[in-house]
């Protein structure tokens, strides 16, 4: 069992219906049947949505994304209309609301991997694959790959894993042009964003994409780009052969495993609040990805 530790109540707002809480966003439609998306500052790990947010997190992630759709256009249309409050909306909306196309989505999460860790890593070490894809002897945690894979998964429900999926079974899901259009634009926007990552000192390990259709166009949506659904490593740290320091909620995860937390992750039991010390080191790496991609001032 896992979830949300506590499940917020929504915020009802006059002209919008409230349509979904995922981990991090509220999801509404408006009168006009766009799509309001509240990025809060809610933080998930371990498949569990955290009882402690991080401040600024909803808007760093907002943020960040809309420069990243900047940075991508000619590659990629986006699913954003407007960053204008909708009317009624409460002031703390402000800098994390995003009014967008409403999209026909394609239920597949599409991760591009450039070096090798996680789930990646542990299907290599059982098969010498990630999600079927043969590759070389002798790499370890973190090495980089002899070029970008895409390795698709099924997107999960809340406090359920994303299940890695062979590049034929996407076929089979969603047909095979919309597939091979898929793994092409997915690998097309993770060179260019790797590009201008590693330009800033940062190596992007890997990510993940939503994308969804706009009257046969296809459209990338919801976040992009973010320490939520990328993993950012240092480039002058950079190490194979152990976990790398990231720019992400790694400080999360550390303290959850670590016999401070006393939480068991094997366990039903949710984890603990967040000490403060945890909720400042994760809130300063989240600024600082956003401002060494930027090479803007966070205020």
């Known amino acids: 069992m896992s979830g949300f530790v506590e499940k917020p109540e929504p915020l009802q707002v006059p002209g919008l219906v409230h349509l979904h809480t995922g981990k991090v ?76 196309k409403s999209l026909e989505m394609v239920p597949v999460e599409c991760v591009a991997r450039g070096y090798l860790t996680g789930s990646g890593l542990a299907e290599y070490d059982a098969s010498r694959t990630v999600c079927g894809l043969a590759l070389p002897e002798g790499l ?21 894993h994303d299940e890695n999926v062979s590049y034929e079974e996407v076929a089979r899901q969603v047909g095979a042009e919309t597939a091979a259009e898929l793994r092409q634009t997915t690998l097309a926007v993770y060179a260019r964003a790797r590009d201008i990552a590693r330009e800033r000192g940062i190596i992007l390990a890997d990510t ?48 959850l495993t670590s016999p401070a937390s006393g939480w068991d992750r094997t366990s039903e039991r949710p984890p603990p609040a967040l000490p403060q010390e945890v909720v400042d080191a994760t809130r300063a790496k989240y600024i600082e990805a956003y401002e060494l991609l930027t090479g803007l001032t966070w205020s």
């Open 208 to 255: 993940k994409f939503e994308f969804g259709f706009d009257d046969g166009t296809l459209v990338v949506a919801d976040e992009v780009l973010t320490p939520d659904s990328s993993r950012f490593w240092p480039v002058d740290r950079w190490q194979p052969g152990r976990a790398q320091p990231s720019y992400d909620k790694q400080f999360v995860r550390d303290w």
């Open 25 to 100: 966003r509220e999801l509404y439609r408006n009168d006009a049947g766009d799509l309001v998306m509240v990025a809060s500052d809610r933080l998930s790990a371990y498949d569990w949505v955290l009882p402690t947010e991080i401040p600024d997190k909803g808007r760093v992630l907002t943020r960040l994304s809309l420069w990243w759709f900047d940075q991508l256009a000619d590659l990629v249309p986006n699913h954003v209309l407007s960053t204008d409050l909708p009317p009624g909306a409460p002031a703390d909306w402000a800098g994390r609301t995003l009014v967008c």
């Open 140 to 160: 370890v945690d973190g090495s980089e790959l002899p070029a970008p894979i895409f390795t698709p998964a099924t997107k999960a429900a809340v406090g359920e």
